[in-house]
C-alpha cells in the first residue's frame, strides 16, 4: 500500500510542476508580447472584442495599420496575438522554418478539412504531402487547363446570355462559386460535374455553395466571434454544431465517392494488365504517390487532401472574380483598356477561345487583377513559432501564436501611400512595382506555407475575365450601396454584387 500512495504523491508532484512550468512559461510569452504596442480601448475580458475589429467594410483594420504601420497586440478576449503587417516584420516570419507550423487556429477546420496541406499542424506530414502534390501543380500541367477553363466560362456565359436578353443582373459570388466548383473538379479529378446548371430540387437541400457558405461562416464565428466556441465541447452544444455537421457530411460525401471511384479505375486497370498508370491529374497523383519506402497515403489522408481542395481551389478564385469583376464594373476606362486589349488577342481568330499562349499577352488585364488582390486580399494568417523571433526589437518566445494580417500590409500607407483605397492598377506597372518591397504584396502569401494554387488560380481569373469582356459590357446596377468586404475566411463582399452585363453587338 505504501507503494502505492508514494507513486500517487510522485505522480501529484509530477502533474502539479508540469502545470506550473507551463503557467511560467505562458507568463513569460504574454510579458514578451505586451512589449509591443496596442491599439487603445482593451476591455480586461473582452479584449478588443468590443471594437469589432472584423466588422464589414474593414475600417478598423485600416484605422489600425494607419496608427500601428509595424506590429501591435491584438486582444482576442484575455489573450494576447501579435500581429505582423509590415514587410519588414513579416518577412522574418514567412520565410524561416520559425513560422512553418501553423497555428491551433487552424483545428477549427479539421472537422471538415482534416489535416490535409493548408490546416497541417504537422511539420513532418506537411512536407512530405507537400512534396507528393506540387507536381499536380507543374507549368506544363497548368497549361493543359486552358482548354478546360474555357468550357466552364463557356457554361456560365450561356448563363449570361440568357440573363442579359432577361434584363437582369448577374449575382457575381453565385454564378462564379458554380464555376470554379466545376472547374476545380474538371481539372484535379478529371470529373464532369453537371453542377452549373443543376437546380436544387428544395430550397432546404443542400448544395455545394450552401455546404461551403455554412462551413465558413462557422469557421469565422468561431475564429473571430464568440471566443468560448473556439472549445470544442462548448461548441458541440452550441446551435451552429447540427448544421455544421451536416455542411461537413455532404461534402465529405463528394469527396468520398470521388476517390472510391478512382481507386476502383485504378484498380481494374492494373488487373487488366494494361501497361501501368502513370498520375493523369490530382487525384491519380494522391492515389498512386509513393515514398521511397514504398508507402502510400492512408484513405483519411487521401480524404483531407481532396477536401482541402475542392474547397481552397474554388472559394478564394470565385470571390476573387467576383471583386474582379466589380471593379471592372466600376471603373469603365479600365474595363475599356482590357477589351482592347482581349480583342486584339483575338482578332482574326474564328474563336473567341483563350490559349495558353495568350496569357502573358494579357498584360493590362494582369495589372487589374494583380491591384484587385491587393485591394481584397486574405486577412489574418498565423503560425506557432517554433524559434524566438525579433519583432522590432521584442523577442518573441517559442510556442507563440504570430499571425500576418494581409489585408492591412496592403492596405499599409508606409507601403503602398496614402491612396490605397485608390483603385490603381498602374501600382504594378515594373516601373513602380519595383519600388515596392517584395514582401508588400502577398496575396497567396510567401515562404514554404504559401499557396501552391497560385498559378492555377491566376490563369483561370484570366481566362474567365477575358471571356467576359469579350462578350459582355460590364456596369454596376444603380442604387445599390458600396459592397462591403467581409470577413468569411476570404474577404467576401457581405451583400452579393449584382452586375448588369450587355452583350456587345
Ligand atoms: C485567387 C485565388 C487564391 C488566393 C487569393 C489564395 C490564397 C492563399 C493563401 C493566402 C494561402 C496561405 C494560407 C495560410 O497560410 O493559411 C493559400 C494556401 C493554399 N492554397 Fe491558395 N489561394 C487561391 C487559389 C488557390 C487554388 C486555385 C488552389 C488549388 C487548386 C489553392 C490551394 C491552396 C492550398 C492547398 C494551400 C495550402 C498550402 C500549404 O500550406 O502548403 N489556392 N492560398
Redesign the pocket.
Known sequence: MLWLSSLCVLLGTIFFLRILSSLHRTLKIRSAIKKLPCPPGVHWLAGHQKQSPFSPGMQWQRDTVAAFPRAYTLWRGFIPIPVLVHPDTIKPLVVNPTGSV?SSF?KLFWDWLGE?????LDNTK?KR??RL?TSS?HLDILRTYVPIYNDCIEVLMGKLDQLAAEGKPMKTDHEFGLC?FDA?LR??CSYQSNCQLEKRHKPEDLDILTATEILIRTVQERKTGNPLLVIPWLFRLSSLYPEWRRACQYVHRIADELIKKRKKEISEKAESKDPPVSPRD?LDTLILARDTDGSGLTVKEMTD?VN??LF???E??A???TWILYNLAKYPEHQSKVREEVDKILENRDTDRITSKDLNQLEYLSLVIKET?RMY??VL???TLTAPLNVDGVTLLPGTLVAFN?YQLHHNPTVWGDDHMEFKPSRFLPENFAKIDPFGY????AG???????H???N??KVMAARILRRFHLSLVEGEPEPLPNLNI?LKPLHEILIRIKPRD
Open positions: 501553423k487552424y490535409g496541406l493548408g490546416t497541417s506537411w504531402n507537400r502534390l501543380f470554379t476545380i481539372t484535379a490530382f487532401e482541402t481542395f481552397a481551389g474554388h478564394t478564385t470571390t476573387a472574380m488582390f486580399s486574405a494568417l498565423s503560425r494581409i502577398l496575396p497567396f502569401s514554404p506555407r504559401n499557396c501552391i494554387g497560385q492555377f488560380a491566376h483561370q481569373v476570404a
